[in-house]
């Protein structure tokens, strides 16, 4: 359906939301990314599918797996990458985001991988795109960050399989003000997954359309029993002196993750965090660093996705791609 991460013939040319992309679209990047996890984690097989093509960088919040997996996977591909170093840059003058980027997209980028503290300010970068040039949803707020989506949806089809209809799948944490959430849950209505139970604080809960069709259970023990997939979210620890937690030690108390409450999910539950963990909080480095932690593997699947998005973005009509 055309929209404005589409070209007028459908095809994909920004990502900025994983919200209202098409289930066969959805797949066929977790498909490409799964192809290309050997190349992905190997630097000596690069590929030369995005040779000639500049990707920029352009994160004006701190990062270490998405900014780094884009950079890996953009030289995977051939590209040229550009880290622009936001605290040396007339940013600091007061530049505005547009002007940044269209200054940046005047030297002849191809692609902007952007990270930003404002939410929804990315479809503004995607309409002042020239035509060619594509704009990648990095983290924006607490809106999306559809990279990071799908690279969890690749590690769940890893372990479960491409059917999700049987899978009860429970997200625990601070979803009010996380992007993963607002990735993660419309990706996984759309591939179909059985049931979505989320646990978290009432303060940490939001109350309009996010939740929409998943099953609330407030006591953690009760929201693990029998799960399959376990998505630990992030405390953003200055959610404490805001008021919306009393203490550290209540959160870890009545949500973090130990290994004996992992037990009344499924024996062979997996267990995913986007990073960065706040160990001892949200979760124990039994759980963390244990047999059903994925989340290595999660930082893993981070190239190959980023690899699959950015070929698929740009793509040329014409060119030998997948
Ligand atoms: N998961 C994630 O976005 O991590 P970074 O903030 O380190 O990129």
Redesign the pocket.
Known sequence: MPSLQHHPDGRLRHLITLDGLERQEIESLLERAQQLRAVALDGRSALDALRGRTIVNLFF?????????FQLAARRLGAEVLNFDVAHSSSRKGESLLDTFRNLQAMGSDLFVV?VAESGVLDSLAAAANPGVSVVN??DGRSA?PT?GLLDMLTIRQHKGADFSALTVLLVGDILHSR?ARSDLPALRTLGVGQIRVCAPATLLPTDHTLDGCTQIDDFDAALEGVDVVMMLRLQRERMEEGLISSLEDYHRNYGLSPERLRRAKPDAIVTH???MNRGVEIDDAVADGPQSVILQ?VSN?VAVRMAVMERLLYRAGANYP
């Open positions: 919040e701190p990062s270490t797996r998405t900014r780094s997996s990270r990095a983290g960050h990071q993963v986007p990073g960065p999660q981070g």
